[in-house]
């Protein structure tokens, strides 16, 4: 078990090399100079050329690349921000907590509904049930969440005033944006959940257990719904690290000082260094999620978690660990 985690943190190094060779390659190419955007057009080229070579602006692309990558690996450095001149760390630490918040937060939303809602309608397949659930799910998915954003700002914030309708500091502003993020990524879920639960109903070990006598309750959530957990944790997994990225427009919507913002905001102002340290900092998340998406399969599915005690380091066989779920409703 050790070893192989000790391999997936190695196998994020390159990982996290190619996307900032990536980020930054796509910012340099971008045509544009942040000098004339955050500067007065009444500045002295003089002094926009010395502002340039301040933040390293007019080195060679190789070299703010180098200066970039050494100076995360040997002084936590993630740069300089173009704008206030304060360390990208520092504010990337004061955004991050809210965006994790709100992403934890739907995701256990998402959670609750889509699981419930999903193992209801697979044990009342082709009935009332399903057929309701099914429609409930295909209009969260394709309900926008920005639009769905603003009509609970305007229903629960404006019209009813049962919640506050902007910032962050508190449960009351956590549940607006919750929901608005969370209805649609519940609906995904419900989707998988109903058709893994359905695989497992169809297998031989559950008409045993039933034969067996074995009340109903038991045979849905130890024999049918743990064995259908592996493709569930996978799209809980993705809805988390996509709740993470897709929060930046529920952001702008609901004025939440997450990451998200900061990220659409470096960008109109071509702060460079916020928007490296963002997209990497996205990365380092989804490469950790799947990370411990790897270690809960061990958790739930004793065939994993032998294969981790027998052969410690080697690849395990293949199918335990694949993220294909079929997708037929």
Known sequence: MVIYIIKRLLYMIPVLLGVSLLIFTVLYLTPGDPADIILSPQTPEEIR??????????????VQFFDFVTGI????????????????TDEIMLRFPATFLLACLTTVIAAVIGILLGVLAAKHQNSWIDTTSSVVGMMGVSMPQFWLGLLLIIWFGLNLQWFPISGFSGPKYWVLPSIALGVQNAAILM????????????????????????????????????????????????????????AMVLEQIFSINGLGRLMVDAIAMRNYPVIRASVLILAVSYSVIYLVLDLLYA???PRIKADFKSVPGARLRKGHFSRKVKAHV
């Open 49 to 62: 050329s010395t502002w340039r070579d301040q933040f390293g602006l007019n080195d060679p692309f190789f």
């Open 191 to 246: 989707r998988f959940t109903r058709t893994s639960v359905l695989d497992c109903i169809r297998q031989d070990y559950v008409r045993t257990a039933r034969a067996k006598g074995q009340v109903e309750r038991v045979i849905t959530w130890h024999h049918t719904v743990r064995n259908a957990l592996i493709p569930i944790i996978t799209t809980v997994g993705g809805l988390f690290g996509g709740a993470l990225g897709s």
């Open 73 to 88: 690996v040997l002084h936590w450095d993630w740069g300089t921000s173009l704008v206030n001149g304060q360390p990208v």
């Open 299 to 301: 958790a739930v599915d």
